[in-house]
């Protein structure tokens, strides 16, 4: 591998931008699902009727402040709790699960079409799993946010089902890290040493830190908290070594 040169700067920005981009599209691809569901089930007059928020930096950049806008508690008390539920789990599973699928069968294809494009893929699947991760199995088992939701609408725990998402959720993401990960990394960072670092430290942060942090907020409970430290403590420095040897090696 070649080392670092001034270009990589430049690289490692056009990264970032990406990674801002992409964070935005598979975030409003989630509360779409969500509201499009509900507006396809007769729950919602205009499925682009997101609550947008206001104009602060953090909702600007981060989306932080975006909410789905569905009547999650007036669908459920008119006895339409199924309903609730697949609304609920269409964030995660529809919004961001089934388009990485989508994307990864055309994966293969695009890694040939130039670093950008490889670039754009490989950032828009991370997001879709991180948001798959960031709800099973991190904030999953609390109080509130879709997982809740959408036990309540079944009228069951969530620590009943927990497991049953759990089994998805690990098979997506296990998939990301061991088949899109070696696919798409050496496509964007092709023998390049620093570019190769840049790639996988940002994946690492992104998936583990940022995605597997969301328990350590919004009173989530303690067993999200703990799931936040394992990812950002545990989990996140092992992925950086994993990613590293494998995409070294690609």
């Known amino acids: 591998m070649r080392p670092a040169t001034k270009n990589d700067l430049g690289f490692t920005l056009m990264t970032i931008v990406i990674i801002l981009v992409k964070h935005a599209v598979a975030y409003l691809l989630h509360e779409y699902a969500h509201s499009f569901a509900a507006w396809a089930a007769g729950y919602m007059p205009n499925p682009l009727a997101l609550d947008y928020g206001g104009l602060t930096p953090g909702n600007l950049v981060l989306l932080s402040d975006v909410g789905d806008n569905v009547p999650y508690d007036a669908i459920r008390a008119g006895g339409h709790g199924l309903a609730a539920a697949g609304i609920a789990l269409a964030g ?100 390049a040493t620093a570019r190769t670092a840049v790639v996988v430290t940002l994946t690492s942060l992104w998936f583990f830190a940022f995605f597997g942090g969301a328990g350590m907020s919004g009173s989530y409970g303690p067993v999200s908290q703990i799931f936040s430290l394992v990812s950002e403590l545990l989990l996140l420095p092992l992925a950086a070594l994993s990613l590293w040897d494998r995409c070294c090696r690609a």
């Open 92 to 191: 995660p599973y529809v919004g961001n699960a089934l388009v990485y699928v989508l994307l990864y069968a055309f994966a293969g294809r695009l890694r040939s079409q130039g670093v950008v494009v490889a670039s754009v893929t490989f950032w828009l699947m991370l997001m879709c799993v991180g948001n798959v991760w960031s709800y099973v199995p991190i904030r999953a088992i609390t109080t509130h946010a879709d997982i809740a939701i959408a036990a309540g609408g079944l009228h069951i725990g969530v620590l009943t089902l927990f497991p049953l998402l759990l089994v998805p959720s690990l098979i997506v993401i296990g998939h990301f890290f061991s088949e899109a990960c070696p696919l798409l990394i050496p496509a964007i960072a092709p023998g």
